[in-house]
C-alpha cells in the first residue's frame, strides 16, 4: 500500500537519484533541449524551474546555484536563459510526447525551454577558467554589495623561529 510517499525512486538508491537528476538537469541547462522518458522529465522539471527562478536574480544567485549544478551551468543559467525569462512569471520549461521507445516501449518525451535562444555550439572549457569566471562573479557581487573587495588584504607575521633541543647524555 503507497503511504503519501513522495518522488519517483527509479529503483535506484538516493545518491544514484541525486546524480542522474543532476546530470539530467545539466544537459537540460547547456543543450537547451532533451530527450528523455516522461518519469525522469516530470521528476526535474519542477527542479529546473526553480533554478531559472533563481538565476533571474542576476550574478548575486551564482553561488546558491552551485550547490545543484556544475559551473559551467550555472555561467549559462545566469548569463543567457535568466535574462530570457525575466518577464515571465513561471512555466519555463515543457514537455513535447514523442513515439515510444522501441527497445522498451517506454513514452519518450522530448523537455525543453520554452523560450529558445540562439542554438550555441557548447565547446569543451578548461575547469580553471570556468573557477575564474565564478570568482569574478562571486567577487565582483561582494564589492557590489559591502563596497569591499572580496578578500581584504591581511598582514601577515614573519614566521616563529623554532628551537631544538639538545640530548644529553
Not at 26 to 45: G, V
Amino acid at each position: 500500500m503507497k503511504k503519501q510517499v513522495f518522488g519517483r525512486k527509479f529503483k535506484k538508491d538516493v545518491n544514484q537519484r541525486k546524480a542522474l537528476f543532476r546530470n539530467l538537469m545539466r544537459s537540460l541547462i547547456l543543450n537547451e533541449e532533451i530527450k528523455t522518458t516522461e518519469a525522469k522529465a516530470k521528476s526535474i522539471k519542477g527542479q529546473v524551474e526553480k533554478l531559472v527562478t533563481v538565476a533571474k536574480r542576476g550574478e548575486s544567485a551564482s553561488y546558491h546555484l552551485l550547490k545543484d549544478v556544475s559551473e559551467d551551468a550555472v555561467i549559462k543559467l545566469v548569463k543567457e536563459i535568466g535574462p530570457r525569462f525575466l518577464k515571465r512569471p513561471g512555466g519555463y520549461t515543457r514537455i513535447v510526447r514523442l513515439p515510444n521507445r522501441l527497445k522498451d516501449n517506454a513514452e519518450m518525451v522530448l523537455l525543453e525551454f520554452v523560450e529558445k535562444g540562439e542554438k550555441a555550439v557548447v565547446k569543451k572549457v578548461k575547469k580553471s577558467e570556468v573557477k575564474k569566471d565564478i570568482k569574478k562573479i562571486v567577487k565582483s557581487d561582494v564589492t557590489k554589495k559591502t563596497g569591499m573587495n572580496a578578500a581584504p588584504k591581511v598582514k601577515t607575521a614573519a614566521p616563529k623561529q623554532t628551537v631544538t633541543r639538545q640530548k644529553k647524555g
